[in-house]
Structures are given as C-alpha cells and as structure tokens.
C-alpha cells in the first residue's frame, strides 16, 4: 500500500533534514582536536550545529561554514539559531525550548510566539542590512554572503513582519492561510487516498516509520502534524497564527508562464520529530511498557533541545552586561527583545553562511585548499559531490552523506538504489567508505582514498529522487491560487 504520488510528500525545501542530530565530529576514525572546520551543504536546519556544541571540550574551538539551495532556507536558520542564543536572562531554558520547537516543527503557532518570531525578525533584518565587513556577532557571520542574498534576507524578514491585515482593512495583502496551504499539499500527496486519509496517516507510521525504529512517534501526535502541520503542542492555547518561517515561493508552470507561488512546499510525510525526537542518549526516554514506549518522540525533542541549550549556556562568555544587571532583567523592557548583541557569546564557536552558489568555487581559493576536517552533504545535495571536494578536504577528513532512510515515499529497492548511488558518487569524488565503522543506513562515511583507483559510475539510481524533485510536474499546474 503506498498512499502518496512521490515524491511530492517530501517537498522542495527542506525546512528539517531526515535524519536526526549527530555529532558529526565523533563521526569517523579520529575526532578531530583543537581548532576545526566543518562544511555543511544543504543541512536545512541547525541541528548537527547544536549537537556539535554540545559534544566539544573546553578548549575546543569549532567554525561551521553553512551553504543552503535557498535564502529562506537560511533565513530559517538564522531564526532557529538566534532563539538558540537568547540568554537565559531573557528567556528560561523551559520557554525557550518550547518557543524553539514550535517555531521549528509547527505550521501555525501562538501569539508569544509570533510576538518572539517579530522581534527576532527585526533584530535579523537589521543584522543582514547592517553588517558589511565585519561581523556584528562573533558566532554569527553573513558577511561572505552576495549583497543580493543580503538583500534576500532583509526581504525575507520584512515578510515575517507583516502586520496580520484586520478584517477592516484593505492595506495589506490577502494573507497566506497555513490551514489551507497545507491542506492543499495534502490532497496532492494523497489525490485519490484524501477520503481515507487517517488511514494512510496510520499506514505511514505503523508500517514505515515504526519498523525503521521510530517506534516513539505518538500515533495521535503524529496524525495531528500530518492533518494540521502541528508538531509540538505543549502549553495549552490556540495554534492558529501561520508560522511564516515555513512559507516560500515555488515556481510552477502554467499556460506556458511561469508563477511564483507562496504556500507551504516542504515535508509532509517524515515529519520534524526526526531531527531531535527519535534519538537520546538518555535511556530512560526510550523505555516501554506493555510493549509502547512511555515517552513520545515530542517528549524526546523537548528534553534533547534543552539539554543541547544548556550545553550552550555553559560555553558563554563575558557577559555584555554587568551580573547585577543580568540576575534582573530591566522591568522597563521587554524580556524577549533581544538584541543581535545581546545574543550569547559563545567561546570558540562560529557560524559563518557561505553564498549558495560557493561549493564549487571554494577550491579555486587558497585560503580553503585541505581545509575542512568534516564535510556533510544532506541527500537532497549529495548530486552536488565533485572530484574538487578532496581538495578542500583536509588530509583526514571525513566525508558524511545523508541517506534516503526516512524519506518516505521511496520504497526498499529505491532507498538501497539512492546508497548504492551515494557510494558511486564520493567514489568519483575521490573518497572511500569507512570500512572500520558500523553500518549505519542513516548517514554514509567516506574517508579520503588513499590510492587513485578509476572509479566506477556504472551504479544506477533507481529513482533519481531530487531530480524529480527539481522538475516542474504537469500534475501539479492545475494547482489552486492560494
């Protein structure tokens, strides 16, 4: 039983990746010491950044150079990781991973939150419209960004603070419904299975994400998220405000023009419980008893979240302001209208955004030549994997691929074809698997070859998955105007 026409229920944008947080510098044969570069190309959300805060020594110093396929894309990022570094002086770990978590996995949200989203736009607006040459915060970097892409951003944010027009009033624009955005993507993905829908929400989860060990996905949690787009809902309110960090434009054909249209186009099948809610470290949230788990995967999330902010807590540095200052919050402002500066410093850590089109220019600069010690490629850009990754590679570098396990809409044969194609790609690129590690169908590892053996590219895909993903389907130009 297959209920989705593939591979629309994955979307094209990645708002969360598909596959959970890894510390992606204990992944391979040696963890690297000292100062380390990392490289992730498409990762659409910053949990690997978090992860790998949280698992760094005191003395330990980790720069994260971030390339995405879109502006909004990094503009979410930048959203999630400004929430990250709010000090708790303006917001408790508590609140703050509750607002985080909403932002990151729920269509529609409550007006706190909405209020924090605002503010943190503002802030944002004026961090990429402001900052030229220098960064304004040490852990965040847009200065190597196009001044277009600066342009995309501020523009961006301007959209997040559209007042919400009032019945009474014609200034602004009809706003985008999320309810409706996201109905109208869930009849796409289903077509003739709409009816039935509850069934193949239910099909979804028993038969797919349960046997792939995600056993902790709360059935009425997870048919809740597929009907309405909520995820996350831990403080009784009304979830009703559209989350405009999940909107973006996509391009489709229509009588021979092309229209830009606004709506929801990511995930609507794996769900966002799997970057921080299929995983822990903390056995007690993955116990059962009469054969269910206790803890659901919204629990999980809460409790991972946290724990990688107060891992954050612990890296901070000099505080801007005095520690009087700090144990009171001024009761004539706001709590939660953080500054860019007023962000957590956090020592040895830095975020930087490269320009989207930089992967392949990155070699021709000299500053970048054997430079990264980890490179990450998400599957929706692993087609972007070329022979001049080994010569940003460092020596003993570590090549980590995500694979196709949670995307949904492919079967077994297609998921191993999507492997197998994996291995021929880093191959051709100069990289051979990790023999030593376990096996682990959720990420593959490379590791520089250290021979110049011809690869072999004769290793078919048996759906070109992302290339689907990137046309323009006649089935979908007899879209309604959202």
């Known amino acids: 039983m297959s209920a989705g026409r593939a591979p629309e229920g994955a979307g094209c944008i990645t708002w969360w990746g598909f596959s959970p947080a890894r510390d992606l510098l204990s992944t391979g044969p040696m963890r690297p010491k000292g100062d380390t570069n990392v490289l992730l190309v498409g990762c659409?959300?910053?949990?690997?950044?978090?992860?790998?805060?949280?698992?760094?020594?005191?003395?330990?110093?980790?720069?994260?150079?971030?390339?995405?396929?879109s502006m909004e894309v990094v503009a979410r990022q930048l959203l999630l990781l400004y929430l990250a570094l709010v000090p708790k002086e303006s917001m408790g770990d508590n609140e703050k991973t509750e607002v985080f978590l909403e932002v990151f996995g729920n269509s529609e949200i409550r007006s706190q939150?909405?209020?924090?989203?605002?503010?943190a736009a503002s802030q944002l607006s004026l961090f990429v419209t402001e900052t030229l040459e220098t960064a304004m915060h040490p852990c965040l970097n847009t200065t190597l960004l196009k001044f277009k892409e600066r342009d995309d951003l501020a523009r961006i944010f301007k959209l997040w603070l559209q007042p919400r027009p009032s019945s009474s009033s014609s200034q602004y624009a009809t706003p985008i419904l999320m309810s409706k955005a996201w109905d109208y993507r869930?009849?796409?993905?289903?077509?003739?299975r709409y009816d039935s829908k509850k069934g193949c929400f239910d099909w979804d989860l028993t038969m797919k994400l349960h046997e792939k060990g995600c056993g902790v996905i709360n059935k009425h949690q997870y048919a809740q998220w597929r009907e309405r787009g909520l995820a996350f809902q831990m403080r009784e309110g009304d979830y009703k405000i559209t989350n405009p960090s999940l909107l973006s434009s996509r391009v489709f054909s229509q009588k021979g023009d092309k229209v830009a249209v606004r709506g929801y186009w990511g995930d609507i099948v794996s769900s966002p419980y799997l970057s921080f809610g299929i995983e822990t470290d903390d056995t007690s949230l993955l116990k059962t008893q009469n054969g269910q788990h206790i803890k659901t995967a919204q629990d999980i999330s809460f409790a991972n979240v946290q724990e990688l902010f107060q891992s954050l807590s612990s890296r901070r540095g000099c505080p801007t302001t005095?520690?009087?200052?700090?144990?009171?919050?001024?009761?004539?402002?706001?709590?939660k209208s953080v500054t860019i500066n007023e962000l957590m410093h956090l020592n040895g850590i830095s975020v930087t955004f490269l320009p989207m089109d930089s992967l392949h220019?990155?070699?021709?600069k000299q500053k970048y030549a054997h430079f990264f010690n980890t490179i990450y490629f998400s599957a929706s850009c692993v087609h972007q994997l070329g022979p001049t990754m080994r010569q940003i590679a460092a020596p003993d570098a570590v090549l980590v691929v995500e694979l196709a396990k949670y995307i949904l809409d492919l079967n077994k044969d297609q998921e191993a074809g999507f492997a197998k194609k994996v291995a021929s790609i880093a191959l051709e690129a100069g990289f051979e698997p990790w023999r030593e590690g376990k096996n682990d169908d959720v990420q593959a590892v490379f590791t520089p070859q250290r021979n110049s053996?011809?690869?072999?590219?004769?290793?078919?895909?048996?759906v070109d998955f992302f290339a689907v993903l990137r046309q323009e389907k006649k089935a979908h130009t007899d879209y309604e105007q959202l």
């Open 113 to 119: 939150t909405e209020e924090t989203l605002r503010r």
């Open 186 to 192: 869930v009849r796409l993905h289903l077509g003739a």
């Open 361 to 364: 220019k990155l070699p021709e």
């Open 453 to 462: 053996l011809p690869a072999s590219s004769d290793l078919p895909l048996t």
């Open 322 to 335: 005095s520690q009087s200052e700090a144990e009171e919050p001024s009761q004539e402002t706001d709590p």
């Open 44 to 69: 659409g959300d910053p949990r690997h950044i978090l992860k790998m805060i949280s698992g760094l020594q005191n003395k330990e110093s980790l720069h994260v150079w971030v390339i995405e396929n």
